[in-house]
């Protein structure tokens, strides 16, 4: 009889849905990351506390992810197209997905992908996978800015509803998000 995944065996396993994978981010995927995530419009919609939303500081790979993805509490997954046929082996990345704090879904897709689904594709597989790293969690939150109506409706259609946290105050033109376990 097989033993049921260990934690930190789920933090690592791929997830595969009907069109993406989600797997964990390597070094070398660092510099497509980076192209997509430095594009203007890519940028104006992602929230970095380290960056302070300066594309400037954006000139290599190495400036704002690698930090992050090794963090053993907060899984980050590349989300990649899965290949097109059963002979091919190519990913297309498109974007990443991940928590931060343990409570905080983030994500960023690239622009050339925006409107095709697959945010919200890659939301649900790893909000499941995230219940199941976290047993003891009962509720995950995200954010998006204000004026960011696609973030909203992937949030929302991945079935969280919008709200104001206990602490009080949403930053200005942002809209916070929760999620409880079951929903």
Avoid at 32 to 45: G, I, S
Avoid at 54 to 62: L, M, Q, R, V
Avoid at 127 to 140: A, D, S, V
Wanted: glycine share 8%; proline share 7%; hydrophobic share 30%.
């Amino acid at each position: 009889m097989a033993s049921a995944p260990t934690t930190s065996d789920l933090r690592t396993a791929p997830i595969t849905t009907q069109r993406l994978v989600l797997r964990p981010i390597k070094e070398a995927d660092l510099k497509e990351l980076n192209v997509q995530r430095a594009d203007p419009e890519v940028l104006k919609w992602t929230f970095d506390v380290d960056s302070g939303d300066n594309p400037s500081k954006f000139n290599t790979p190495n400036d704002w992810l690698p930090k992050n993805i090794n963090d053993p509490k907060n899984p980050w997954f590349l989300i990649c197209l899965r290949p097109n046929n059963s002979t091919s082996t190519t990913e297309t990345i498109t974007g990443y997905i991940c928590t931060r704090f343990e409570k905080d879904l983030g994500f960023c897709i690239g622009k050339q992908f925006w409107g095709q689904g697959l945010a919200t594709e890659a939301a649900k597989a790893y909000m499941q996978r995230f219940w199941e790293i976290f047993p003891e969690k009962q509720e995950l939150r995200a954010g998006c800015h204000g004026d960011n109506k696609g973030s909203g409706r992937v949030l929302e259609k991945t079935g969280f509803q919008e709200w104001v946290p206990p602490e009080g105050k949403v930053e200005e033109d942002a809209r916070e998000f929760i999620i409880r376990r079951g929903h």
